[in-house]
């Protein structure tokens, strides 16, 4: 008996072949974000890097111009965005029409930072939550196709009035095939949402440790009644 992959299609009920569409559907969609999201997070942490070397020598000169210039030139970078929101809120206070002291202007550039941390944290979330909801979805869906395979083989049982291998064939490889695709789209969906999220938190304590060090930036060079330049 034939049991290639058109024969296979061509003998599966209207829902099983439902579920297939459905499972492909999952898996082209979650191959989108993964290769989105590849190349989104390589970008950042490359222009990152190179944010990095070279904001480092114009705060370690005080020159926060400079800085904001070089932030700008980086928008794909998480430590940019991060640096960038403390430095423009922390100079609009120090040379507003009513400036802050020099404690003031310190808490004000903080609590830019942190608004920008969330912020920037939730963009660079965006698709791999769905990763994991497609990595518990699928197999589920993929069983709700066996179920139908199962139904479908007894189905066949009863029409031929006997259990022989001709009466249940079609209706267990219905059902081998939808549970066998249901794990085939959902095991990389969670293997690549751990790799995400992983990399999602390192992302976190780099934007951590760059907000400390640019809050001690402006503590130790600004914290008093220095005007920034």
């Known amino acids: 008996m034939e049991m290639g992959p058109m024969h296979l299609w061509e003998t599966m009920t209207p829902i099983a072949k439902g579920v297939v569409i459905a499972l492909i559907i999952l898996s082209i969609y979650s191959l989108y974000v993964v290769i989105e999201r590849l190349l989104f997070y390589r970008k950042a942490k490359k222009q990152s890097l190179e944010f990095a070397r070279a904001v480092t020598q114009a705060l370690v000169k005080d020159r926060v111009d400079d800085a904001l210039a070089?932030?700008?030139k980086f928008p794909a970078s998480h430590l940019a965005r991060v640096t960038r929101?403390?430095?423009?809120?922390?100079?609009?206070?120090a040379s507003g029409p009513n400036p802050l002291s020099g404690a003031d202007k310190v808490e004000a550039g903080r609590r830019a930072i942190e608004?920008?941390?969330?912020?920037?944290a939730s963009d660079f979330k965006k698709g791999v939550g769905s990763l994991a909801t497609?990595?518990?979805t699928a197999p589920f869906i993929g069983l709700f196709g066996t179920v139908i395979g199962i139904i479908n083989a007894f189905r066949g049982m009863a029409v031929t009035g006997s259990g022989g291998i001709a009466a249940v064939s079609a209706g267990i490889a219905e059902?081998?095939?939808?549970?066998?695709?249901g794990l085939f789209v959902a095991i990389p969906a969670a293997w690549?949402?751990?790799y995400f999220t992983n990399t999602l938190e390192r992302f976190a304590v780099e934007m951590s440790?760059?907000?400390s060090e640019l809050v001690d930036y402006f503590i130790k060079r600004h914290g008093g009644s220095h005007a920034v330049r």
């Open 192 to 194: 690549l949402f751990n």
């Open 175 to 181: 059902a081998l095939v939808t549970t066998a695709l």
């Open 115 to 120: 608004r920008e941390t969330l912020i920037t």
């Open 134 to 136: 497609i990595a518990t």
């Open 70 to 72: 070089l932030s700008k």
């Open 85 to 93: 929101a403390g430095l423009t809120e922390f100079q609009l206070e």
């Open 209 to 211: 440790n760059s907000s």
